[in-house]
């Protein structure tokens, strides 16, 4: 199960939920890990289709099912940190 808070309580979802078929997006400048830098105000999981449409540094050890950078943004992977794109 999956809850999601809504403002009048919490809606629950039953079944399973193709992650790859998901896409998190940035919409601030900032580091990977940092809950801000995504439009769900999540850090991506592994897994999961990526866009970056800001300027985002990769600093933990991730993967995702597929990276797309779009114009203006960038993206930099750290030194030391592995960055896995499976698509």
């Known amino acids: 199960f999956v809850a999601s808070n809504y403002q009048y309580g919490q809606e629950l979802y039953a079944g399973n939920v193709n992650p790859a078929i998901v896409s ?12 801000a830098t995504w439009s769900s105000n999540i850090v991506p999981p592994a897994g999961i289709n990526v866009v970056i449409t ?18 203006p943004g960038s993206l930099t992977v750290n ?9």
């Open 79 to 87: 030194t030391g940190i592995t960055l896995t794109v499976l698509q």
């Open 54 to 71: 800001t300027n985002v540094t990769c600093n933990v050890n991730t993967t995702c099912n597929s990276l797309t950078v779009e114009a």
């Open 24 to 35: 998190y997006t940035t919409v601030a400048n900032g580091n990977w890990n940092d809950p």
